[in-house]
């Protein structure tokens, strides 16, 4: 390559990336972006390109690079600069002033300043930048030693793999410095996450600060980096070097450095320190995320300093913590639900109870180990709360109350028999739950034809809940293969079913027949097969009967699957049953990867709802274009669209995005979105 070319180039990647950290600054920092995720992926993949035509150009800091690491064997123990310290907490305003009264004892003053933080519920990390580029990142562990878990820190796009070059209020950034923070997972993130790990058949995060603590230890940054965590920094080491005199000022310093810092609040006096946790307590469901209490830290560094520690925690700081959202009501009943792969799941039904303005009235209670650790009874008063997760769980039994009661309670058995079809229920060696074994199932059924016609899987719109139920009741369909058989005149004869429906029903079936073959791995129910491995399967052995002829050798080597996800698949295709049910579908179905042209475009897997009238095309029209391009259409707005495309006169899909929170973008954006592609 000539030299000025080369000078060219690397004048053109450094712009890019200049605009990438831009607009990661926006999205992952500010929570403000400006460019749709699509743009933003589309800038990725440029600088992917003009990187590839200079490999020498690629620096460790380009965005880029944040996924770069290969899995590990183990994690590393890493020895702390400094001890991280934990926090004293306290539980009430009366704690908080005992804490207020020692350190204006200690400090020989009348009153104190401080600083008052949101106390992000996650994961303590250190990171350490060496010459201003990120080097180390190490998780808390024990406050001494901690875990290296730098490659994984990499993928987290609110952590500057640089420092910019700012001027750091009176001084100039030293080159080497040390940043602490909280690694968090949002709540969107979290439900998307554990919604993706049902589909799976794995156990769900507990709540986002487990789902934050388990992904950021993670042997494969791969993996990591769907996660999608975030960081939230409090603390700049090395300020002895940085002459920071105050809290606030170490708190703009990280802004200004590029860091995220908790939402914080200046306070001349502990009554105003106070007010910011009363003010918090009644906003934090309004947060992107979750907090649990309040930081409250001597303003002055000097002070700080002056004060010192304890053996375990600082004496000049101390955590303010909420109570957790509870509420106290009775177990009316406990029933069980039989799911897709025969798990039988008790669910408590509650008396309707408010937490934290979210009416509660039923509650997983996992399976029989649990119940028997709650030593929970039909009729029991118990603590719900409702942490992160969506699902609220059943904490305890108030067994004081058990004494009014007593002659109500039931002692609850689980069902020895399937509660749907009657069949044989057994427990597997070495797992919690009982399962149905019955193939047949009618619950099984169900719930296997819901998955199939889910939207991750074939996306069949229309085939809701009600009519899988009329469809299997009335003995219509008896597998996923018979859906392909239904016509519209067996659905319009079915209640409630009008001509109209039905066709569309039938027209919904019929291009559900033209998915990807990953969809129809994910659709099929495999245990542990999730979306993410149905693509790698997919890509991997390019039809549905390679996959089934692979041996379990074959199947291991493909990445991500270990000797449990691929006995699951293998054992799956040599079942007699499952073996009909795929030549039945073979009729109707591809079993043959399509191009992928679909795959990499700018709206593969894009969802999009349209209101109001377009210049250039009708609704059809414009739903083709978008089918077309990969992306797909549905009718009503929900948290899962990623855009609504808003034309003349929209209607009330409209004020639903907004209120989502929705991208709403125009045609012209829209035609741009499709010439992309
Ligand atoms: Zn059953």
């Given at each position: 390559?000539?030299?000025?070319?080369?000078?060219s180039?690397?004048q053109?990647?450094?712009?890019?990336?200049?605009?990438?950290?831009?607009?990661?600054?926006?999205?992952?920092?500010?929570?403000?972006?400006?460019?749709?995720?699509?743009?933003?992926?589309?800038?990725?993949?440029?600088?992917?390109?003009?990187?590839?035509?200079?490999?020498?150009?690629?620096?460790?800091?380009?965005?880029?690079?944040?996924?770069?690491?290969?899995?590990?064997?183990?994690?590393v123990?890493?020895?702390?600069?400094?001890?991280?310290l934990?926090?004293?907490?306290?539980?009430?305003?009366?704690?908080?002033?005992?804490?207020?009264?020692?350190?204006?004892?200690?400090?020989?003053?009348?009153?104190?300043?401080?600083?008052?933080?949101?106390?992000l519920?996650?994961?303590?990390m250190?990171?350490h930048?060496?010459?201003?580029?990120?080097?180390?990142?190490?998780?808390?562990?024990d406050?001494?030693?901690g875990?290296?878990?730098?490659?994984?820190?990499?993928?987290?796009?609110?952590?500057?793999?640089?420092?910019?070059?700012?001027?750091?209020?009176?001084?100039?950034?030293p080159?080497?410095?040390?940043?602490?923070?909280?690694?968090?997972?949002?709540?969107?993130?979290?439900?998307?996450?554990?919604?993706?790990?049902?589909?799976?058949?794995?156990?769900?995060?507990?709540?986002?600060?487990?789902?934050?603590?388990?992904?950021?230890?993670?042997?494969?940054?791969?993996?990591?980096?769907?996660?999608h965590?975030?960081y939230?920094?409090?603390?700049?080491?090395?300020?002895?070097?940085?002459?920071?005199?105050?809290q606030?000022?170490?708190?703009?310093?990280?802004t200004?450095?590029?860091f995220?810092?908790?939402?914080?609040?200046?306070?001349?006096?502990?009554?105003?320190?106070?007010?910011?946790?009363?003010?918090?307590?009644?906003?934090?469901?309004?947060?992107?995320?979750?907090?649990?209490?309040?930081?409250?830290?001597?303003?002055?560094?000097?002070?700080?300093?002056?004060?010192?520690?304890?053996?375990?925690?600082?004496?000049?700081?101390?955590?303010?913590?909420?109570?957790?959202?509870?509420?106290?009501?009775?177990?009316?009943?406990?029933?069980?639900?039989?799911?897709?792969?025969?798990?039988l799941?008790?669910?408590?039904?509650?008396?309707?109870?408010a937490?934290?303005?979210?009416?509660?009235?039923?509650?997983?209670?996992?399976?029989?180990?649990e119940?028997r650790?709650?030593?929970?009874?039909?009729?029991?008063?118990?603590?719900?709360?409702?942490?992160?997760?969506?699902?609220?769980?059943?904490?305890?039994?108030?067994?004081?109350?058990?004494?009014?009661?007593?002659?109500?309670?039931?002692?609850?058995?689980?069902?020895?028999?399937?509660?749907?079809?009657?069949?044989?229920?057994?427990?597997?060696?070495?797992?919690?739950?009982?399962?149905?074994?019955?193939?047949?199932?009618?619950?099984?059924l169900?719930?296997?034809?819901?998955?199939?016609?889910?939207?991750?899987?074939?996306?069949?719109?229309?085939?809701?809940?009600?009519?899988?139920?009329?469809?299997?009741?009335?003995?219509?369909?008896?597998d996923?293969?018979?859906?392909?058989?239904?016509?519209?005149?067996?659905?319009?004869?079915?209640?409630?079913?009008?001509?109209?429906?039905?066709?569309?029903?039938?027209a919904?079936?019929?291009?559900?027949?033209?998915?990807?073959l990953?969809?129809?791995?994910?659709?099929?129910g495999?245990?542990?097969?999730?979306?993410?491995?149905?693509?790698?399967?997919?890509?991997?052995?390019?039809?549905?009967?390679?996959?089934?002829?692979?041996?379990?050798?074959?199947?291991?080597?493909?990445?991500?699957?270990?000797?449990?996800?691929a006995?699951?698949?293998?054992?799956?295709?040599?079942?007699?049953?499952?073996?009909?049910?795929?030549?039945?579908?073979?009729?109707y179905?591809?079993?043959?990867?399509?191009?992928?042209?679909?795959?990499?475009?700018?709206?593969?897997?894009?969802?999009?709802?349209?209101?109001?009238?377009?210049?250039?095309?009708?609704?059809?029209?414009?739903?083709?274009?978008i089918e077309?391009?990969?992306?797909?259409?549905t009718?009503?707005?929900?948290?899962?669209?990623?855009?609504?495309?808003?034309?003349?006169?929209?209607?009330?899909?409209l004020?639903?995005?907004?209120?989502?929170?929705?991208?709403?973008i125009?045609?012209k954006?829209?035609?741009?979105?499709?010439?992309?592609?």
């Amino acid at each position: 390559m000539k030299t000025a070319t080369k000078a060219s180039l690397k004048q053109q990647i450094e712009k890019l990336r200049e605009r990438i950290r831009h607009h990661e600054h926006l999205y992952y920092v500010l929570d403000a972006p400006e460019i749709s995720d699509a743009e933003f992926d589309r800038l990725m993949e440029r600088l992917k390109q003009l990187e590839a035509q200079g490999p020498d150009l690629i620096t460790p800091d380009s965005p880029t690079q944040r996924v770069g690491g290969k899995p590990r064997e183990g994690l590393v123990q890493v020895r702390h600069s400094v001890q991280m310290l934990s926090l004293d907490n306290t539980y009430s305003e009366e704690e908080l002033r005992d804490f207020d009264r020692r350190v204006r004892q200690g400090a020989g003053k009348k009153k104190v300043e401080y600083v008052a933080e949101l106390k992000l519920d996650g994961m303590s990390m250190a990171v350490h930048y060496e010459n201003r580029m990120l080097a180390k990142a190490v998780t808390r562990g024990d406050g001494r030693m901690g875990e290296d878990v730098t490659e994984n820190a990499r993928t987290i796009r609110a952590l500057p793999l640089s420092l910019a070059e700012a001027p750091l209020t009176a001084a100039r950034l030293p080159a080497d410095l040390e940043v602490r923070g909280e690694v968090i997972m949002t709540q969107k993130a979290f439900v998307r996450l554990n919604e993706e790990r049902e589909q799976a058949g794995l156990s769900r995060f507990a709540n986002p600060r487990n789902a934050a603590a388990g992904s950021i230890r993670m042997l494969e940054p791969g993996i990591v980096a769907k996660r999608h965590l975030n960081y939230v920094a409090y603390m700049l080491l090395d300020k002895g070097h940085v002459p920071l005199a105050e809290q606030i000022q170490v708190l703009e310093a990280l802004t200004t450095l590029g860091f995220k810092a908790s939402p914080h609040q200046f306070c001349s006096d502990i009554d105003e320190a106070l007010e910011f946790c009363r003010e918090w307590e009644k906003k934090r469901d309004s947060l992107p995320y979750e907090i649990d209490g309040i930081v409250i830290k001597v303003n002055s560094i000097a002070l700080q300093d002056e004060l010192g520690t304890t053996a375990k925690a600082p004496r000049w700081a101390v955590a303010y913590k909420y109570a957790a959202r509870q509420a106290v009501t009775r177990v009316l009943d406990i029933r069980v639900h039989v799911g897709r792969t025969g798990t039988l799941t008790p669910v408590a039904i509650l008396e309707p109870v408010a937490i934290g303005g979210v009416t509660v009235s039923r509650s997983t209670l996992h399976n029989e180990d649990e119940i028997r650790r709650l030593g929970l009874k039909i009729g029991d008063a118990v603590v719900v709360e409702r942490g992160g997760d969506v699902i609220p769980k059943v904490v305890r039994v108030e067994t004081s109350e058990r004494a009014k009661h007593a002659h109500k309670l039931r002692e609850f058995a689980m069902p020895k028999q399937c509660p749907v079809c009657g069949g044989k229920v057994v427990r597997e060696e070495g797992e919690v739950a009982w399962r149905c074994i019955n193939v047949n199932c009618p619950a099984r059924l169900k719930e296997s034809i819901r998955h199939f016609a889910s939207r991750k899987a074939m996306d069949i719109n229309g085939l809701g809940e009600a009519l899988v139920d009329q469809l299997v009741d009335s003995g219509l369909i008896r597998d996923v293969a018979d859906i392909y058989r239904l016509n519209e005149e067996t659905l319009a004869n079915l209640e409630r079913m009008g001509r109209k429906s039905a066709q569309n029903r039938i027209a919904e079936i019929e291009k559900s027949r033209e998915k990807p073959l990953d969809r129809l791995i994910f659709a099929l129910g495999i245990r542990f097969i999730g979306e993410r491995t149905a693509t790698l399967l997919a890509d991997h052995f390019g039809s549905l009967d390679q996959l089934e002829k692979a041996s379990l050798e074959e199947l291991e080597a493909v990445s991500e699957v270990g000797p449990k996800v691929a006995t699951s698949i293998h054992s799956f295709f040599r079942e007699p049953r499952n073996q009909q049910l795929l030549e039945d579908l073979r009729k109707y179905i591809q079993f043959e990867q399509k191009k992928r042209a679909v795959k990499g475009t700018a709206l593969a897997g894009k969802s999009f709802v349209l209101t109001g009238t377009l210049e250039k095309y009708t609704r059809e029209e414009a739903k083709d274009k978008i089918e077309q391009a990969g992306g797909h259409v549905t009718s009503s707005v929900s948290k899962k669209t990623d855009y609504v495309v808003a034309g003349a006169d929209p209607g009330s899909k409209l004020d639903k995005a907004q209120a989502l929170g929705i991208k709403v973008i125009g045609e012209k954006e829209l035609e741009e979105l499709l010439s992309k592609s």
